[in-house]
Nanobody, 128 residues
């Protein structure tokens, strides 16, 4: 089992940057695929990015490609989401998620139901 705690959210102007962090408990962090999802007010939760066990492979939602970068540090039990060129439509609660479903690392990890562990979320607000 893994517990996840996000941090790094806040208020930023459009065009700015934020870096979200997710700290994971446990000694088997490298055995989890890690993902970021977000949920805007009145909308369903949506996929943002995912990284494979080693961090060597990633998936991104089309809406964030070229602006967001997911990375992980297995030695620190952490996953990050670097968000650049932020837009007002990026405003949402951002959630870190972990999946211990077996591989291979395919686009199935873009689906929320593949993830069994979730953090409590961190709020990101982008002002225009």
């Amino acid at each position: 089992q893994v517990q996840l705690v996000e941090s790094g959210g806040g208020l930023v102007q459009a065009g700015g940057s934020l870096r979200l962090s997710c700290a994971a408990s446990g000694r088997t962090f490298s055995s989890y695929v890690m993902g970021w999802f977000r949920q805007a007010p009145g909308k369903e939760r949506e996929f943002v990015a995912a990284t494979s066990w080693s961090g060597g492979s990633t998936y991104y939602a089309d809406s964030v490609k070229g602006r967001f970068t997911i990375s992980r540090d297995n030695a620190k039990n952490a996953v990050y989401l670097q968000m650049n060129s932020l837009k007002p439509e990026d405003t949402a609660d951002y959630y870190c998620a972990a999946s211990n479903n077996p591989g291979p690392f395919t686009n199935k990890y873009m689906r929320a139901y593949e993830y069994g562990y979730w953090g409590q979320g961190t709020q990101v607000t982008v002002s225009s």
